[in-house]
């Protein structure tokens, strides 16, 4: 990370989100400006906008405010070990035993996903082949 602060505009595109959804975010506490403008205007760095990318990613799967705010609690645990090293024993164990059932429920979230998609081509092609029939 270069140290490169964007203003909030910058990161909504970036991130795909509105500004109004980045605010949102940001009064629930999942993701904190890392610094204000001398005008009070927010400032993000990459880091921000990796973090806005996990709560995007997270929320088609429907996963609700506070269990991203776990998730990105336990990352945030395990980036604070970046240059110590991976944190041992109980504390290990529990983040690693987190990041796993997030895992776990966004596979079976996508997989629910690609099964309703599939239901959604179904119905859409059954329309058409109504419409051909007709016309």
Not at 21 to 35: D, K, M, N, Q
Not at 36 to 65: C, N, Q
Not at 107 to 129: G, I, S, Y
């Amino acid at each position: 990370m270069d140290g490169k602060h964007m203003q909030i505009g910058e990161v909504a595109a970036r991130t795909e989100l509105s500004l109004r959804t980045i605010r949102h975010y940001e009064e629930t506490g999942l993701v904190v400006p890392s610094a204000r403008s001398r005008g009070g205007f927010r400032l993000y760095t990459e880091g921000d906008v990796a973090r806005l990318m996990v709560i995007r990613r997270m929320k088609p799967l429907g996963f609700a405010l506070e269990q991203m705010r776990e998730l990105l609690a336990a990352t945030d645990r395990l980036d604070e070990h970046v240059a110590t090293g991976l944190p041992e024993g109980q504390e290990r164990e529990e983040l690693l035993e987190s990041l796993r059932g997030f895992e776990e429920a966004a596979r079976q979230r996508t997989a629910d996903l690609r099964t309703q998609l599939a239901r959604a081509e179904e119905f859409a092609t059954t329309l058409r082949k109504r419409i051909e029939q007709i016309e």
